[in-house]
């Protein structure tokens, strides 16, 4: 723990949160390239080798937001899903 946080570790990923649904386990970190910020995330499955995504985050210059994994909610060919809800109350500040 650092900082009152409990941390992740797979492959040199140092992950600040983990969401599980069914069988998979989300490992989800923060990557900064200049101004931009990526949210990496790390799909990890007992069955198959790990799957790793960089997502760009609009917005981010806050930094507070909340992820959550859901299932499928009905949408044909999606297994689960990470639900990334950015938390804005600036004016000005295009939030969700």
Known sequence: MVQGKEGYVLGGLIAFA???IMDETYLISLK???EEVYL???LVR?????LEVATKLSNAASGVF??????NRGLADVVNMLHVDL???ACGV???
């Open 94 to 96: 295009e939030g969700g």
């Open 32 to 34: 900064k390239e200049g």
């Open 40 to 42: 990496k995330t790390r």
């Open 66 to 71: 909340s992820i959550k994994a859901h299932d």
């Open 18 to 20: 983990r969401q599980e």
């Open 87 to 89: 938390l804005s109350e």
């Open 46 to 50: 007992a069955d198959a080798p790990y």
